[in-house]
């Protein structure tokens, strides 16, 4: 859950890269949600079930755009290549990209996410210029 709510944190943010499993929570709690949002609007019946099913897809749809294009970042790949999507096959490629294991060490995006190393060595010279 704590992946699904960063994913959320970081609701437009496009820049930076973002772990498997950070997407792939996003994707499951996502799924899950739907899931349990339609058998809700089974029960209900009414009009207003769909207008909750498309305020859940509308309103997840910027965060989950943007988690994607930071999981192409962690590989090495533009934002851009989400649109191989609406290629023939491209969708086989698109998923498996997404499953892959990220660049180790800095790219051109950023630096690794899963590297704890970078984080306390920036950490640390931050507390060091404000105590200075």
């Not at 859950?1 to 960063?6: D, G, T």
């Not at 099913?53 to 989400?82: N, Y």
């Not at 491209?90 to 690794?112: F, R």
């Amino acid at each position: 859950m704590n992946w699904y709510l960063a994913a959320i944190k970081k609701y437009a943010v496009f820049s930076g890269r973002a772990r498997r499993s950070e997407y792939w929570y996003f994707v499951l709690f996502n799924f899950i949600g739907f899931i349990v949002l339609l058998n809700i609007t089974q029960l209900i019946n009414n009009d207003g079930s769909f207008a909750l099913m498309s305020l859940f897809t509308i309103g997840l749809f910027l965060p989950g755009l943007a988690v994607a294009v930071r999981r192409l970042h962690d590989i090495g790949k533009s934002g851009w290549f989400l649109l191989v999507w609406f290629i023939p096959f491209g969708g086989i490629w698109l998923i498996v990209s997404l499953a892959t294991e990220g660049v180790k060490g800095s790219n051109e995006y950023g630096a690794d996410p899963k590297d704890l190393n970078a984080d306390a060595s920036a950490n640390s010279s931050t507390i060091l210029d404000d105590n200075i």
